[in-house]
């Protein structure tokens, strides 16, 4: 499991307006978090929602074409929804961001974040 790796995760059960269901995730944890939490089968991975309602895309989210990311369809990754999840909650990995886009995203979690 890799930074900018694209994993169906299960995201139930949630409170409010949080992304909810089976959906697509981007880790964006470290990758040495991310081996350690894969070696072992447990621990936490942070990730952004995916989606795939794309009508309007906010400067704190990322387009992601399906023809450059293996996703199904054209989405977006909702910064704004950053969290840390268990590592039990992935499904099978389903693509990869570009370098292009993961510079993307970071610039949308800086963004969301306020780290400048």
């Known amino acids: 499991m890799r930074r900018g790796d ?7 059960p949630v409170r409010g307006s949080e992304s909810d269901k089976r959906r697509p995730v981007v ?3 470290n990758d040495g978090a ?3 939490a894969a070696r072992l089968g447990r621990g936490v991975v942070t990730v952004v929602p995916v989606t795939s309602t794309v009508t309007r895309v906010f400067p704190f989210q990322v387009r992601l074409p399906a023809k450059e990311t293996g996703l199904a369809k054209d989405s977006k990754a909702q910064a ?3 969290r840390s999840i268990a590592v039990e909650r992935l499904g099978r990995r389903i693509g990869r961001l570009t370098p292009p886009l993961s510079r993307a995203l970071d610039d949308a979690l800086r963004l969301h974040l306020g780290l400048g």
Request: net charge negative; charged share 20%.
């Open 27 to 29: 880790v964006v944890s």
């Open 6 to 12: 694209i994993y169906l995760a299960d995201l139930e």
């Open 34 to 36: 991310n081996a350690t």
């Open 80 to 82: 704004e929804q950053v």
